[in-house]
């Protein structure tokens, strides 16, 4: 084993990512490869050869997961673990996700260039979905290796009326294995993740690098509220049973009690939809979809139910009814102590300047946390954009991060055990 700092090769990194943004649905802005699409399945296997490029052994799990084995010297020694996503949301960007996975296949390169031999395997996950998709079901790829993916999820039905369960089968993967493709809590030696930040704390206090505190706790409802179907015209405004003016004020509710959150709480209305959606009919149907985020478990608990009872009293108010299903139930997840001393200490090492950060998005590494110690690391987002078009992040910084990340990883390796 050598402490050698490992050379990124930026150019070749930076071509995989323009290479990967090409394999999008063209008919959104933006960039939009989103689970089970024909351009992500497509893309799955250009990443898995990318990875046997690299030299990795490379296998597809029951639920679609990519895992690339770089075998160590002592393979009886419980694995190092890295990886992350390459889906998107609808008019996503091009770096979410996507920098730690090609980011880890560098560092894979890397190695082999630096004449690196880890004594521990090291596995490079691509994981499956870990984007909310339309059957409400986040991280579907490290739900299932973490054990955590149920039949109830498989059940859940999309926008379309088809099961989640049967949409995986019909992509060639195995609804039933899915369910039984979770690895042994305590089988990894560590997990670490490079992602960009997608929030603007890094580029704000000139950081280089974030050392990941805890990942929040994310609720996800669905709101449905039925009223009555009138004329638009004869119909006065206090004698109507409007659904969608009853949606229209839960989500004036849901922005409230993101505002009034402490510490890192947000909450977001992402959709809504009105039936029968006629100009001069008073709506008789509405459904929202909205979330509630913050690394406060506390908060978290409190807001489902003060928000399931202030959306029910006001749509009882105005004569419709209304139902409110929670969708996903990740509690907040903190990062190993331990970990982010050694992310921390590699970042020291290599004289890039950091600070710890909260994560208010969520990450497989909130899953794979169940399987043994977990760290992340950021790297800034410019203006703090994501989820959109204008995501970005210059080569330097990804560069930086896959360094932090290799530097962490050799730490890892070294050591008998990751306290927490």
Not at 66 to 86: D, E, F, N
Not at 190 to 216: F, N
Not at 380 to 402: L, Q
Request: proline share 5%; with cysteine.
């Amino acid at each position: 084993m050598t402490d050698k700092r490992i050379s990124v090769d930026l150019e070749h990194l930076n071509n995989r990512i323009g290479e990967l943004s090409e394999i999008v649905d063209d008919s959104q802005d933006g960039w939009t490869r989103q689970v089970f699409s024909d351009p992500y399945m497509r893309s799955r296997e250009v990443v898995a050869n990318w990875m046997r490029e690299a030299g990795l052994e490379v296998r597809i799990d029951y639920v679609g997961n990519i895992i690339g084995r770089l075998a160590g010297r002592r393979g009886s020694l419980k694995p190092l673990v890295t990886g992350s996503h390459t889906d998107t949301v609808r008019q996503g960007g091009r770096f979410d996700g996507i920098v730690g996975v090609l980011g880890a296949i560098e560092v894979v390169r890397a190695f082999s260039r630096a004449g690196i031999a880890l004594e521990r395997d090291l596995y490079v996950v691509d994981f499956l979905g870990e984007e909310p998709n339309q059957f409400g079901v986040s991280c579907v790829g490290s739900r299932s290796i973490s054990g955590v993916l149920t039949a109830e999820h498989l059940e859940h039905t999309g926008v379309d009326g088809a099961k989640m369960g049967d949409v995986i089968e019909r992509v060639g993967l195995d609804a039933a294995g899915a369910l039984v493709n979770a690895w042994e809590p305590g089988s990894i030696h560590a997990y670490v993740e490079l992602h960009i930040e997608q929030g603007p704390l890094l580029e704000r206090s000139g950081d280089e690098i974030g050392v990941v505190t805890a990942i929040a706790g994310i609720d996800r409802l669905m709101a449905r509220f039925v009223g009555r179907p009138d004329h638009a015209g004869a119909t006065p405004m206090d004698d109507r049973q409007d659904a969608l003016n009853a949606a229209a004020s839960a989500v004036l509710t849901i922005e409230r009690e993101g505002c009034g959150a402490p510490v890192h709480g947000v909450a977001t209305t992402g959709g809504i939809e009105a039936y029968p959606g006629s100009f001069n009919v008073v709506p008789s149907e509405a459904r929202l979809w909205a979330e509630i985020r913050s690394t406060d478990a506390e908060w978290l608990s409190g807001v489902k139910g003060r928000l399931a009872q202030d959306i029910g009293i006001d749509a009882e108010k105005r004569g419709v009814e209304s139902m409110i299903e929670w969708l996903t139930d990740q509690a907040p997840v903190p990062t190993t102590p331990a970990m982010r001393d050694y992310i921390a200490e590699a970042a020291d090492e290599l004289g890039y300047s950091w600070k710890p950060v909260p994560s208010g998005a969520g990450h497989d590494a909130a899953h794979m946390a169940r399987l043994g110690p977990m760290g992340m690391i950021f790297v800034p987002s410019e203006a703090g954009r994501s989820h959109c078009p204008e995501e970005f992040t210059p080569s330097a910084d990804i560069g930086r991060g896959v360094e932090v990340l290799a530097a962490t990883l050799c730490k890892l390796d070294t050591v008998d055990r990751v306290l927490g």
